[in-house]
């Protein structure tokens, strides 16, 4: 049967959609639940889904790797030529690096994307935004993850492709636009808002006090040789110990104010682009070398001096023992391109881990700051790296495991989709995330469903992911908690957890041995070998079920004495087997990390 031809669709912004002719959607993400009313009646189909399966999705990770690993020397080689310096791979790896690999599996997932579309579809016609000075590269790491989700930015991205991959005959049409802010925030219920309000501004009266004194007291305390320990994921008064420990002034690490003042110059943009071409004839690796210095943010290229200047400006150690972090190495450019030079010159740089993934996700094997460190901290795993070395979970070394028999509440913890960065279509996991949190709630008695509260993820308003209009729009009387909230404060007035994916959450609750149950979606696909013998632990003893069904019957028969079961010998057996593998404890954390540290300097 002849396809129908069909208007092609790339963004969300109806001023782009055609209502008098058939349309295809190239993606999930174009369809806001706000304006379901709209697109539920228009003559439309969904473009397949890239990476949906989960071999499709390793195949085009390791195709990913593999185009970062052969574009990545060539990048160090031109950007050393432009900048006039010499500096290794592990210097442009730690500064750009995290860049870079996300970069590639974007390029990557909207080029097979479209060419999937195009192949399978017949279509006649695009429109795009007419804004010849909208431009692509970000000032620095962290505006790209705004750009990722911005309409305009993806838009001219997806036009810039179907223009590399010569489409036949497609008719681009352009409209007229100012961008504005397309996705409008709703008003949801907040569990004591006025609370949090205080609370926020009572903190940041507090850190702005902290601050001050801290920068005073590194001028007057600090010394040039102190080791350099900045965002550890210890808490704060275990972080104060551990420099005592280590025989140095406590101090407060401030990254100074840098906004970088160099414009792109599309002139040099040009010529480096000419210079990354690369002589072979796969289409993919040809049009993903071409935009890299498109794309390259102004912080590592016109900028990069400047960055340069400010970092050797900064009241830290001259010649630190050796620099700590467990979160600065991805988005704070100063901290990077400081411990980049540092490095260079030999100090010794221990990276922290930050979160639960490392070590178990078979799609964040060998991490940036895992091959980039001297030695790479773990919560108790050892991987295949020699950098690994087992420690314990930095964020809960103080015992949090009294619990309250009166606690009512049932805690259901969100997350919100991903940054548009990987390689598989976020849109779409997203789409049956929430099909599965919404069983999972029709599943529950209606006792135990009176007691729900749903915390969405708090960066759920940030993204695209619309996790409070959906919720609404499934439920009315649905509880909601906007994310804003201290996690802590609401593990306090809750008898039971429930981790709706593979989170950092669940680590820390099962560490500090809060009734915990999580389900999620794919079941075990997402891991590697050798994390799976322990989650099939755990789905023994009924922690972690496979489907949201499951895991509310086990909530229906735990709920009237919910501590009676999570104390049973086959509960607590499989949390500390698990949690000694991927969030074991320490009884005395600071004696340990400085022992780490001095033995591995």
């Not at 396809?3 to 993400?29: A, M, N, Y």
């Not at 174009?30 to 439309?44: F, G, N, S, V």
């Not at 290229?301 to 150690?317: D, F, H, N, R, T």
């Not at 996790?467 to 404060?489: H, M, Q, T, V, Y």
């Amino acid at each position: 049967m002849k396809q129908q031809p069909r208007h092609l669709i790339v963004t969300s912004d109806v001023r782009t959609w055609k209502f008098d002719q058939p349309v295809i959607f190239l993606g999930k993400w174009c369809l806001r639940e706000q304006d379901k009313d709209i697109w539920k009646k228009m003559d439309a189909v969904i473009a397949k889904s890239v990476g949906v399966e989960n071999q499709d999705r390793f195949s085009l990770h390791t195709e990913a790797r593999r185009i970062e690993s052969m574009l990545f020397p060539r990048l160090v080689t031109i950007l050393n030529e432009y900048q006039n310096v010499e500096q290794d791979q592990r210097y442009w790896r730690i500064l750009l690096g995290h860049w870079l690999r996300e970069i590639v599996q974007l390029l990557l997932n909207r080029i097979v994307t479209i060419e999937r579309c195009v192949n399978e579809n017949q279509i006649l016609s695009i429109t795009c935004y007419d804004l010849p000075k909208f431009g692509l590269a970000a000032k620095n790491y962290g505006d790209i993850w705004h750009q990722s989700d911005n309409i305009y930015w993806n838009a001219k991205i997806n036009e810039r492709l179907i223009n590399q991959l010569q489409i036949q005959d497609l008719i681009i049409e352009k409209i007229q636009c100012e961008p504005t802010q397309i996705r409008e925030v709703s008003k949801c219920e907040i569990t004591n808002a006025n609370k949090i309000e205080i609370y926020k501004t009572i903190y940041k009266n507090a850190r702005q006090l902290v601050d001050r004194i801290a920068r005073r007291a590194a001028l007057v305390f600090g010394r040039e040789n102190d080791a350099f320990i900045v965002n550890s994921y210890l808490p704060p008064e275990k972080e104060l110990l551990l420099n005592m420990a280590l025989g140095q002034f406590p101090q407060r690490r401030i990254t100074p104010d840098f906004d970088v003042t160099s414009e792109v110059d599309n002139v040099l943009r040009a010529t480096l682009i000419q210079k990354m071409k690369l002589s072979t004839d796969t289409k993919i690796e040809k049009i993903i070398a071409e935009f890299i210095f498109e794309l390259i943010p102004i912080n590592y290229l016109e900028g990069y001096k400047s960055l340069v200047e400010a970092s050797e400006l900064v009241k830290w150690p001259k010649n630190p023992k050796f620099i700590f972090t467990s979160n600065k190495f991805v988005a704070d450019e100063i901290f990077k391109v400081w411990t980049a030079e540092k490095v260079s010159k030999g100090v010794p740089y221990f990276a922290g881990q930050h979160g639960n993934s490392y070590g178990t996700n078979k799609f964040c094997v060998s991490t940036i700051e895992e091959i980039t460190s001297d030695r790479f901290l773990t919560w108790g795993w050892k991987g295949g790296l020699h950098q690994h070395l087992p420690t314990f979970i930095f964020k809960n070394t103080s015992n949090s495991r009294i619990r309250k028999p009166d606690r009512a509440g049932l805690l259901l913890i969100q997350d919100n989709p991903m940054s548009r960065f990987a390689v598989w279509d976020q849109a779409d996991d997203f789409e049956k995330y929430m099909s599965e949190q919404f069983r999972f709630v029709s599943s529950l008695e209606d006792h135990v469903r009176a007691e729900l509260l749903v915390r969405l993820h708090p960066a759920y308003a940030a993204m695209w992911g619309e996790g409070d209009i959906r919720w609404l729009n499934f439920d009315p009387n649905i509880k909601l908690e906007l994310g804003e909230a201290p996690i802590r404060s609401l593990w306090k007035t809750n008898r039971l957890l429930v981790h709706s994916y593979d989170s950092t959450g669940m680590l820390e609750t099962l560490e500090a041995d809060r009734p915990t149950i999580a389900f999620w979606q794919n079941g075990l696909d997402h891991l590697v070998e050798e994390a799976i013998p322990y989650y099939e632990i755990l789905i023994s003893a009924g922690i972690v079920h496979r489907t949201p069904e499951s895991a509310a019957s086990k909530i229906n028969e735990v709920w009237s004495d919910v501590d009676n079961w999570w104390m049973t010998y086959e509960v607590q057996n499989a949390r500390k087997i698990f949690c000694y593998q991927y969030a074991r404890t320490s009884k005395k954390p600071i004696r340990d990390l400085k022992k780490v540290f001095l033995e591995n300097i």
